[in-house]
């Protein structure tokens, strides 16, 4: 996850591969995929960080990946030179002991926490909290539709899944702000002062530690309480393995939603036909096109751009390339639910496609354990935005936005966008409801 753009490339050619990780590249990564899908589906190349890692890009390929056992997800089997150690994972969770979560494992262990976590994050829990999420997108768009203009992405996209996670998570209200300032160094990435990410990971492991500690004490009907009290066969999360997976419930739950709203409003807004058809659909009560558009929009510019690492525990061959043990693998899930072998026209966003099974959450034992929390609250804030702010356009033109650099989320940094201004949620007689 770094921003600094890799060396170029010669130009592109049959035999060459398009340049990789510039700016212009980050903005419109699609065309460069689509080449490597046909010349190179699996393409060995320098990262910006100076790791090489194996990069897959067809649907086939990908499914078998994210589902080959042989694949680990704990770095300790990748075979880094000196020089790489480190710069694989989120920045920072080595140092501060966060390393335990769910996608740093592998079975048994991985097995036995979630089974453990999925106690404590059940689809009944995220079905109560959807009147929350609600509440909360509501309270969010009262902060800017007076004034005729916001940044969709500071305003809206980035503090609704913040404020969501935590009161999931069970942090108290008092210290949800120092959360989105941590969380808020994190997203930046590379954008920030040197070293940033790491000191904020090191500042939310240190809350997380006390907060865990707390909720021993006094336990409550949150996600935390729920990680402490969890069991399975006698066997309990120690306090690392839950600081690490609140850690990661809360990273992973935050960043990719952002994300899924940010480029769903941006999709929409660059496709007016299909955003005059969801409006029209939920102007007639309808919710049959806000399920399937949610996934189309998750096929077509998703939040996650490349699954997180993987290396081989032992030589595979997967697309026709010898992969050596202890290489890493990035599994490139937009270029995956790109593949016209998979689906019909992929290029063209059509919130009516009834068959979308993209791998945006990816597949097999470390498909997202957030997943239904994430859609609840895509659908939620797009349907909301759509209701409440009907004429809701782009203040810049789309060639002046610029997306984040970094190699696993995909992200706008900004979304200006402007609207008639309305009024506020509680003057209003008409709230707009799901």
Known sequence: MNDTPACPHSATTPESAPELFT???????????????EHRPVHRTELPSGVEAWLVTRYGDARQALADARLSKNPANHAESPHAKGKTGIPGERKAELMTHLLNIDPPDHTRLRRLVSKAFTPRRVAEFAPRVQELTDRLIDGFIEEGKADLIHDFAFPLPIYAICDLLGVPREDQDDFRDWAGMMIRHGGGPRGGVARSVKKMRGYLAELIHRKRENPGDDLISGLIRASDHGE??????????????????????????????????????????????????????????????????????????????????????????????????????????????PDVLDLARSDSQHLGYGHGIHYCLGAPLARLEGQTALATLLKRLPDLRLAEEATDLRWRGGLIMRGLRTLPVAFEPGIRSEESDTLSTL
């Open 23 to 37: 700016w212009e590249f980050a903005t419109d990564p699609y065309p460069a995929y689509a080449w490597l899908r």
């Open 236 to 345: 309990h999360l120690t306090e690392n393995e839950a600081a690490a997976m609140a850690f990661i419930l809360l990273f992973a739950g935050f960043e990719t939603t952002v994300n899924l709203i940010g480029n769903g409003t941006y999709a929409l807004l660059r496709h007016p036909e299909q955003r005059a058809a969801l409006q029209a659909s939920l102007e007639s009560g309808e919710s049959a096109l806000l399920a399937t558009g949610i996934e189309e929009l998750l096929r077509f510019d998703g939040p996650v751009e490349m699954a997180t690492w993987r290396y081989a525990t032992e030589p595979l061959t997967l697309g026709g390339e010898e992969i050596a043990a202890g290489d890493p693998v990035l599994v490139v899930l937009a270029a995956a639910d790109r593949d016209p072998e998979r689906f019909t026209d």
